[in-house]
């Protein structure tokens, strides 16, 4: 794994007791993974939302790109 992002409404600063956790993924070129576009995982009690960005349409791009916070980068440059 290459970057790990925060997205969606606990960053905007919506969420509410019943908000999931929209968790972003950025992986290695060429990292094996299952042909899953989406996996739903539990945080806690709390439901994550999980997606693969180079896996996600465009929009959804942008709106992970527009507001986030890194949870975790392997790199400098995706810490921005």
Do not use: N, Q, W
């Not at 968790?23 to 709390?46: F, S």
């Amino acid at each position: 794994m290459t970057c790990c992002r925060l997205y969606g409404s606990h960053v905007k600063g919506y969420a509410d007791e019943g908000s999931d956790v929209d968790v972003c993924l950025i992986l290695h070129e060429g990292a094996e993974r299952a042909p899953i576009y989406r996996r739903v995982l539990t945080v806690g009690e709390r439901l994550a939302d999980l997606v693969i960005f180079g896996e996600t349409p465009r929009y959804l791009r942008g709106t992970i790109l527009e507001a986030h916070t890194v949870l975790y980068a392997d790199d400098l440059d995706y810490r921005l």
